[in-house]
């Protein structure tokens, strides 16, 4: 890996108005390399805003976003990508009339061309256990399986940041056990930025804990502290 | 697409060599008239080959493809007339016209997505159609001009008799068959389909969407620029009428007939709706309605075209 001082991901003054709204206000927000930071909040908290911005779907009002020490901000989603990001829709988001193979072939030839291709699909495929359903058309797989697809997708591009947007919903509890797993073992070559909702499986992957509310940050630390914050239980409890 | 990558190569090759070789073999055995209305066939199966590209692997609909198609007619014939081209310059003049205007389309065009396309790419081709009707002067729109007979000699053959159009027609065909399939299964032809399916995905997987559709529409122009270029010096002839909107509309109902993004829908289509009308306009007068009421059985029942279907039904694999 490069040699790079600072951290990876720097957020300064983020900040998002549609209209009359503020969806995301000021953020200052920091990411370290090797990370599983979990970004909580209540409905609404601007987070899926934040992490537009963070990958460039979205373009800021206001403010600057810095990764691996460049400053992006100028460009586009897909320079982004190319430069050591992926991304995972909220709502799943695949190529559902391509196969499955075709699918994981198409984010790894974003990162590699068509230079061992084969060899990168099949690997990814393998790590989330989808290899023997390669031949299959994605739309005709179950639920968690497209899912699964998504975290293939994520792995094929070698990212050194994955956002993950939401990817336990709708999973079933024994398919969050292996998700959980499947990206604690992602997570030991990429920074991971996740969305989630699901209290437990935020408290059994992120390293640290951003909290949004009103499209500010309300707190951040550690697991133990964000659950032991006053402010945060309020905001959930809606004191 | 195939499905595992490495899967079904050999066979979809196989298919195209071999359809190209029936073609080959028919070459003799045909009569005059139908080794001309078959070379006339095959060059507009290149333009639909073109067409395909842009709307069948990338899913974008233009309804302005006339344009490029006149582009290398005219400029192949203007090139002939007026600067004395020999057939080879006058042929890849066609190709760079096609592909230059394309990309200027393209580029102004690209800008809208969906109706909006399809509106834009339309106004751009009657622009072009009334242009060469304004400059009737220069373009002898309106009636059309004949192409030098020194223009239509390759390697010292001429093109003129039906034998030398057949195989002129069935080189050209092939050749484009042969790029289109190879492109279909590179890693642009992989990305295009991308855009087509999820073009929100396929930008968050890091591919500029933009560029890759302005390729295509400059690739698809491309195509179509050549197959104009070589109707006009097979056929000897250029006018306006190839640049109204007639022509914009043949090659999408030629690659819906025949099957969206498959390599050979094109061909299959074109063959289908010239013989349709061909052989109906010689029953009754009323052929349009035979050739209209054959069109809607073959959208109700095989909704994704000939070769679609033929994919879907009994052959996964079929590129």
Redesign the interface.
Same mark, same amino acid.
Request: charged share 20%; aromatic share 8%; net charge positive.
């Given at each position: 890996m490069a040699a790079m001082s600072g951290p990876l991901l720097r957020a300064e003054g983020l900040t998002r108005d549609y209209g009359g709204l503020r969806a995301v206000d000021h953020v200052d927000f920091t990411l370290q390399e090797g990370e599983i930071r979990a970004l909580i909040g209540p409905n609404g908290a601007g987070k899926t805003t934040f992490v537009g911005l963070i990958?460039g779907?979205i373009r800021p009002s206001a403010g600057r976003v810095r990764f691996m020490g460049r400053d992006v901000t100028a460009l586009?989603?897909?320079?982004r990508?190319?430069l050591g990001m992926a991304?995972t829709?909220q709502i799943t988001?695949?190529?559902?009339?391509?196969?499955v193979?075709?699918n994981v072939?198409?984010?790894a030839?974003?990162?590699r061309?068509?230079q061992g291709?084969?060899e990168a699909?099949d690997a990814a495929l393998a790590r989330v256990g989808l290899l023997d359903r390669?031949?299959q058309v994605a739309g005709d797989l179950a639920y968690g399986h497209q899912r699964l697809l998504e975290l293939a997708?994520g792995i094929a591009?070698a990212p050194r940041l994955l956002i993950l947007d939401e990817p336990t919903q709708g999973l079933s509890d024994p398919e969050i056990r292996d998700f959980v797993a499947l990206i604690r073992d992602i997570a030991r070559g990429a920074t991971v930025l996740l969305i989630e909702h699901n209290m437990d499986v935020v408290m059994q992957l992120a390293t640290r804990i951003t909290v949004l509310n009103f499209g500010a940050i309300l707190a951040e630390g550690a697991p133990e502290e964000i659950r032991a914050d006053a402010r945060v239980r309020a905001a959930y409890l809606g004191g | 697409?195939?499905?595992?990558?490495?899967?079904g190569g050999t066979r979809a090759w196989g298919l195209t060599v071999a359809v190209l070789a029936a073609l080959a073999a028919m070459w003799p055995l045909l009569p005059d008239y139908n080794q001309i209305t078959l070379a006339r066939v095959m060059v507009f199966a290149i333009f639909a080959i073109g067409y395909n590209i842009l709307f069948g692997y990338t899913g974008l609909l233009s309804l302005g493809h006339a344009l490029f198609f006149a582009a290398g007619l005219y400029a192949a014939g203007l090139g002939a007339r007026d600067g004395g081209l020999t057939a080879v310059p006058a042929f890849l003049a066609g190709i760079l016209a096609g592909a230059g205007l394309a990309a200027g389309v393209g580029a102004l065009a690209l800008r809208t997505a969906g109706v909006a396309f399809m509106i834009v790419t339309l106004m751009f081709a009657q622009a072009g159609y009334l242009a060469l009707l304004y400059f009737n002067e220069w373009t002898r729109g309106d009636e059309g001009f004949n192409l030098p007979a020194a223009s239509r000699t390759v390697l010292g053959l001429e093109l003129a008799g039906a034998d030398m159009r057949y195989g002129t027609a069935l080189a050209l065909f092939a050749l484009a068959t042969l790029i289109a399939t190879w492109l279909a299964r590179s890693?642009l032809g +992989?990305?295009m389909?991308?855009v087509r399916?999820?073009e929100? +995905?396929?930008?968050?997987?890091?591919?500029?969407?933009g560029r890759v559709k302005l390729a295509a529409v400059t690739i698809s122009g491309a195509f179509s620029g050549a197959a104009g270029a070589a109707y006009g010096l097979i056929d000897g002839y250029a006018g306006a009428t190839f640049a109204s909107v007639q022509y914009s509309i043949l090659p999408l109902l030629w690659v819906l007939v025949g099957g969206a993004g498959t390599v050979l829908g094109p061909l299959v289509g074109a063959v289908f709706m010239f013989y349709l009308i061909d052989l109906t306009s010689g029953l009754t007068d009323a052929y349009m309605l035979v050739a209209g009421a054959v069109l809607v059985l073959v959208t109700l029942f095989a909704p994704r075209g000939i070769m679609g279907e033929v994919r879907r039904r009994v052959a996964r694999w079929l590129p």
């Open positions: 990958s779907r586009p989603a897909h320079r990508m190319r991304y829709f988001s695949i190529f559902a009339n391509l196969t193979w075709d072939a198409l984010a030839q974003a990162r061309g068509a291709l084969a699909t390669a031949g997708m591009q | 697409m195939t499905g595992r990558d490495r899967s890693p +992989r990305v389909v991308a399916e999820n929100a +995905r396929a930008a968050m997987l890091g591919y500029d969407t």
